[in-house]
């Protein structure tokens, strides 16, 4: 009886299913290591979104209620209860409720100014990129005026006009972040128009808008993603410093940035120091980490960098 040939035999467990299995995995945990900043990055970043949306399951306490007896309640690390683990504030409401429903109350400002951003500054930049001329003049000058207009201004007004609100506040944040996405995408939609396939679409009798949307603004989503990832980081520390300045979401709403005002008294305050660490420490972590997530996104997107991992 004939055998098989032992160099067929070796070409066929080559490519055997089990074989490339395992060498997808292998490939797939190098690129896990060599991104691990990011994967960091994005475990944190869920294990805070999960908190945000279940923070009223996590916590039994109120975050409007305390109790003036309870104030000033150390942490378990200073010897606290653990009823109260990261302690409590100046009129004696649970610490860890407050850092939670904070973590809500930033992300959503985040990702809801920069969805709004994202909206009014992709479509100009589009615009301005596609048709050239009279209104890429009209969008670049407002550009410019916006990005020289100081925003603490554009805050200053708005909440002066129409006050203090979480929907005034997304607005605020949402209108005054628009310009790097219209000139990013300008300047990309401008690249893309100059290639063959887009003459070619003209030729063909394409109109403007089905360029535009079928064939110019699907390659810009990996620009777009990682522009949006970095502005919502930008937004969340832009939040904070709105509601520090008593121009964010009035309380008793929580927000780290309004809890790092109220706590800055404790500041030199050795005992008491973790008052305003703690929210400061998470606007640094949240920040930090959607930046890792950007920059993970940007390698996996970018085919140069995707051919390096």
């Given at each position: 009886m004939a055998t098989a040939d032992p160099t067929i035999q070796d070409a066929a467990s080559a490519f055997s299913p089990r074989r490339t299995r395992k060498k997808t995995l292998r490939q797939w945990m190098k690129t896990m290591w060599r991104l691990r900043m990011s994967v960091a990055g994005a475990t944190i970043l869920a294990i805070l979104i999960f908190i945000a949306i279940f923070a009223p399951i996590l916590s039994p306490y109120s975050y409007t209620e305390g109790r003036i007896t309870d104030r000033l309640q150390e942490p378990v690390w200073q010897g606290g209860s653990w009823s109260h683990?990261?302690?409590?504030?100046?009129?004696?409401?649970?610490?860890?409720?407050?850092?939670?429903?904070?973590?809500?109350?930033?992300?959503?400002?985040?990702?809801?100014?920069?969805?709004?951003?994202?909206?009014?500054?992709?479509?100009?930049?589009?615009?301005?990129?596609?048709?050239?001329?009279?209104?890429?003049?009209?969008?670049?000058?407002?550009?410019n005026v916006m990005m020289t207009f100081p925003f603490i201004l554009l805050a200053l007004a708005v909440i002066a006009v129409l006050g203090a609100s979480f929907t005034n506040v997304v607005l605020v944040l949402g209108i005054g972040a628009w310009p790097i996405y219209t000139r990013v995408v300008k300047f990309e939609v401008e690249r893309i128009k100059s290639l063959e396939y887009i003459a070619a679409g003209r030729v063909v009798g394409l109109g403007n808008w089905r360029l535009m949307m079928r064939h110019i603004m699907p390659n810009l989503f990996n620009t777009i993603v990682v522009i949006a990832t970095v502005q919502v980081a930008r937004l969340i520390i832009s939040e904070a410093f709105l509601s520090f300045l008593g121009l964010g979401v009035p309380p008793p709403t929580p927000s780290w940035g309004y809890m790092l005002q109220e706590s800055q008294a404790f500041m030199f305050t050795w005992g008491d120091i973790w008052l305003p660490t703690l929210p400061g420490l998470l606007i640094f972590i949240t920040a930090l980490s959607i930046n890792f997530v950007g920059d993970g996104l940007r390698d996996l997107m970018d085919p140069h960098q995707r051919a390096a991992l």
């Amino acid at each position: 009886m004939a055998t098989a040939d032992p160099t067929i035999q070796d070409a066929a467990s080559a490519f055997s299913p089990r074989r490339t299995r395992k060498k997808t995995l292998r490939q797939w945990m190098k690129t896990m290591w060599r991104l691990r900043m990011s994967v960091a990055g994005a475990t944190i970043l869920a294990i805070l979104i999960f908190i945000a949306i279940f923070a009223p399951i996590l916590s039994p306490y109120s975050y409007t209620e305390g109790r003036i007896t309870d104030r000033l309640q150390e942490p378990v690390w200073q010897g606290g209860s653990w009823s109260h683990p990261l302690g409590t504030d100046g009129i004696g409401r649970d610490y860890a409720t407050r850092l939670m429903y904070g973590a809500r109350l930033a992300l959503s400002v985040g990702v809801l100014a920069t969805v709004i951003s994202g909206v009014i500054g992709i479509t100009l930049g589009m615009l301005a990129g596609f048709f050239g001329r009279w209104v890429d003049g009209i969008i670049s000058t407002l550009v410019n005026v916006m990005m020289t207009f100081p925003f603490i201004l554009l805050a200053l007004a708005v909440i002066a006009v129409l006050g203090a609100s979480f929907t005034n506040v997304v607005l605020v944040l949402g209108i005054g972040a628009w310009p790097i996405y219209t000139r990013v995408v300008k300047f990309e939609v401008e690249r893309i128009k100059s290639l063959e396939y887009i003459a070619a679409g003209r030729v063909v009798g394409l109109g403007n808008w089905r360029l535009m949307m079928r064939h110019i603004m699907p390659n810009l989503f990996n620009t777009i993603v990682v522009i949006a990832t970095v502005q919502v980081a930008r937004l969340i520390i832009s939040e904070a410093f709105l509601s520090f300045l008593g121009l964010g979401v009035p309380p008793p709403t929580p927000s780290w940035g309004y809890m790092l005002q109220e706590s800055q008294a404790f500041m030199f305050t050795w005992g008491d120091i973790w008052l305003p660490t703690l929210p400061g420490l998470l606007i640094f972590i949240t920040a930090l980490s959607i930046n890792f997530v950007g920059d993970g996104l940007r390698d996996l997107m970018d085919p140069h960098q995707r051919a390096a991992l």
